[in-house]
């Protein structure tokens, strides 16, 4: 496996156990979805999974996402957003955020948008960008891509809490549709 597809490949492995899984090999999170590093690859080298520390340097150092971070010390991990566990708070502290954020996702969805709004799924919070092509990528991934416009400051004004990842992804509850602007 070539260099790249290996960092690929292992960045996968870490998003599903440091933010949907981590009982997969084993591992325990902390309420702020900490791991210990050394439990991190404690738990790896007993499932067989060759991960060292140089290589979850390189992972946190490049990826062009930023979806993990070390503590301050180095000495635990945790992704930055995304999860599904409940049990996992981030401890972030709310802001107020700019008028208008983005959301991407795919047209196929629309219809249900339109009904209901942006609900989080299977996560604990609805992720939206401050940019619009960062939202274009990210409906891209999921099909043809639909970028909708969110009234962030108005749907705070009116007591939605939003969040600020430490790789600048917005959090937030559900969007209700009337805070929503799709194409025309």
């Known amino acids: 496996m070539n260099e790249s597809k290996k960092l690929e490949s292992t960045s996968k492995f870490l998003s599903l156990v440091l933010r949907h899984a981590p009982e997969k090999i084993g591992l ?3 309420a702020e979805g900490w791991a210990k590093v050394a439990d991190l690859l404690g738990c790896c080298a007993r499932e067989g ?13 490049t990826s062009d996402k ?13 992704a930055s957003q995304g999860h599904s566990l409940a049990s996992v708070d ?8 700019p008028a208008l954020l983005y959301h991407g996702t795919a047209t196929r969805f629309a ?19 401050a940019s619009r092509d960062t939202a274009v990528a990210v409906g891209k991934r999921h099909g043809q891509p639909l970028v909708l416009q969110v009234r962030a400051l108005d749907q ?18 559900p969007v209700a549709v009337e805070y929503l602007r799709f194409p025309t």
């Open 28 to 30: 325990s999170l902390d």
């Open 49 to 61: 999974k060759a991960l060292s520390r140089d290589l979850l340097d390189e992972i946190v150092a």
């Open 66 to 78: 930023k979806r993990f971070a070390f503590s301050a010390d180095g000495l635990s991990i945790r």
């Open 90 to 97: 981030l401890a972030l502290q709310p802001l107020a955020p």
């Open 111 to 129: 219809e249900s948008i339109k009904a209901s709004g942006l609900l989080a799924g299977s996560r604990n919070h609805v992720h939206l960008s």
């Open 156 to 173: 705070h004004t009116h007591g939605q809490p939003f969040y600020l990842s430490d790789n600048g992804v917005w959090l937030t509850g």
